[in-house]
């Protein structure tokens, strides 16, 4: 009974009816110089942090009558002179618990804040019933 409840509490996890978003809202610490930056990262238009690339694939955000949470799929690379790029993280991150799910960087941490839907965004629309 309270199986799936607990799934859903430890994984973070949005329920289905999450609102696609098209950006998300990011922060980064640079470790080295204490500096922390806000960012903005749009779907699939990979963005530099520092050596770090980092891509979003596919942002949620779960929709007002819910708790407040916001998830994102990212790609981090770490791209270096006459190297090939190293990729550091792949997979999802949660705005309410950034630690499940975390960067392990030694100079850099990113963690999604929120996930933008913009006004221009096509929304699906619920299918219609006959009464």
Not at 23 to 52: C, N, Y
Not at 66 to 77: F, G, H, T
Not at 97 to 121: F, G, N, Q, R
Request: net charge negative; charged share 20%.
């Amino acid at each position: 009974m309270f199986g799936g409840l607990v799934a859903s509490v430890v994984l973070g996890a949005v329920p289905a009816s999450a609102l696609p978003g098209d950006k998300a809202i990011m922060q980064g610490l640079d470790k080295v110089t204490a500096r922390i930056s806000t960012f903005e990262v749009a779907l699939d238009q990979p963005i530099q942090f520092g050596a770090l690339q980092i891509t979003l694939r596919h942002c949620d955000r779960a929709p007002p009558e819910d708790p407040p949470e916001a998830k994102a799929y990212l790609e981090i690379l770490e791209a270096r002179a006459d190297e090939a790029p190293i990729s550091w993280f792949q997979g999802w991150m949660f705005a309410s618990t950034p630690a499940l799910s975390a960067l392990e960087h030694p100079v850099y941490d990113v963690w999604v804040k929120e996930c933008i839907v913009s006004p221009e965004m096509p929304v699906e629309e619920a299918p219609k019933t006959e009464n």
